[in-house]
């Protein structure tokens, strides 16, 4: 079975620091890694994915994640804030063939000006 | 863009009324999804739909819900008699189907939220 812990249900930085989000995950087999980003009032919009190959993935808005297998971790990170990246944050897992996707509870993410 | 859309995005109803929650799925997408998200947990996987019929479904979707594809462009999730641990957001998804990569990108409307009293 397959499960994700994000540490933090709130997160704040200021403007121009750097964001870090924790996912460690959970499963028994090679897992697909997801980070979506939920603004105010909208859909849950995928923000980038690790499927295979390389660990290091990029995603919009220059958000990146490293999927380190060794400590089952999927962190998502930014070198600097911007305001517009407050939102809530979700990372997700699923495996080859299946129809649903594992959420962890979610990260809120506060920027200071 | 193309996006997924639900209706209403908030809805109230007592207990033990029925309630039916509308998603307009991507238009070329085959596979339909319903998550739901109780206030302060997980986002949860409720049931996927394809072909017209059930593909998967969690424990949570019991025989008080339903789903329904009921023309070519709505996707319905009901509740029969609602109780009030179903107060929740409900999030409606859809995708186009397998990639070769092996996983299959689900695309979220903005959610309905659902308050039973």
């Not at chain 2, 394809?50 to 023309?71: A, G, L, T, W």
Request: with cysteine; proline share 4%.
């Amino acid at each position: 079975a397959q499960s994700v812990t994000q540490l933090g249900s709130h997160v704040s930085v200021s403007e121009g620091a750097l964001v870090l989000l924790r996912c460690n995950y959970s499963s028994s087999v090679p897992p697909y890694l997801f980070w979506y980003v939920q603004y105010p009032n909208q859909g849950l919009q995928l923000l980038l994915k690790y499927t295979t190959g390389a660990t290091l993935v990029k995603g919009i808005n220059g958000f990146e994640a490293e999927f380190k297998k060794s400590e089952t971790s999927f962190h998502l990170t930014k070198p600097s804030a911007h305001m517009s990246d407050a939102a809530e944050y979700f990372c997700a897992v699923s495996v080859s063939g299946a129809n649903n996707l594992f959420f962890g509870t979610g990260t809120r993410l506060t920027v200071i000006p | 863009e193309p996006e997924v859309t639900q209706t209403p995005s908030h809805q109230v109803t007592q207990m033990g009324q029925e309630v039916i929650l509308r998603c307009v799925p991507i238009s070329n997408h085959l596979y339909f999804y319903w998550y739901r998200q109780i206030l302060g947990q997980k986002v949860e996987f409720l049931v996927s739909f394809y072909n017209n019929e059930i593909s998967e479904k969690s424990e949570i979707f019991d025989d008080q819900f339903s789903v329904e594809r009921p023309d070519g462009s709505n996707f319905t999730l009901k509740i029969r008699s609602t109780k009030l641990e179903d107060s929740a957001m409900y999030f409606c998804a859809s995708s186009e189907g397998w990639t070769s990569g092996g996983y299959n990108e689900q695309f979220f409307g903005p959610g309905t939220r659902l308050t039973v009293l």
